[in-house]
Nanobody, 117 residues
Framework: QVHVVESGGGWVQPGGSLRLSCAASRLIFSLYTIGWHRQAPGKQRELVAFISSTGTTGYENSEKGRFTVSRDNAQNTVYLQMSSLKPEDTAVYYC???????????WGQGTQVTVSS
């Protein structure tokens, strides 16, 4: 059974940084596209960033320049480096695994990110 686990969430002040990690096991990790999604209270889940099996990355407009997604296939891990965090970045962040960014096979359980003073 595939296992997807996010980590690295927590509380941070506005302007601060966090690095999220997504580790997956029991699959050929390098073949998959990994997406980071987030869901704020009362809002729909939205795509934040993704990285394809070939290393192509994509970001939603508000995250460009502030978030960086990267992968380490040897560690079966994808990272989301977040900087200049804003209160509106507060959400549960989920890792999604699939062959395409919009064709998701597996979800992690999510990690909470809270940005407040």
């Amino acid at each position: 059974q595939v296992h997807v686990v996010e980590s690295g969430g927590g509380w941070v002040q506005p302007g601060g940084s966090l690095r999220l990690s997504c580790a997956a096991s029991r699959l050929i990790f390098s073949l998959y596209t990994i997406g980071w999604h987030r869901q704020a209270p009362g809002k729909q889940r939205e795509l934040v960033a993704f990285i394809s099996s070939t290393g192509t990355t994509g970001y939603e407009n508000s995250e460009k320049g502030r978030f960086t997604v990267s992968r380490d296939n040897a560690q079966n891990t994808v990272y989301l480096q977040m900087s200049s965090l804003k209160p509106e970045d507060t959400a549960v962040y989920y890792c999604a695994v699939g062959y395409e960014v919009d064709n998701i096979d597996y979800w992690g359980q999510g990690t909470q990110v809270t940005v407040s003073s």
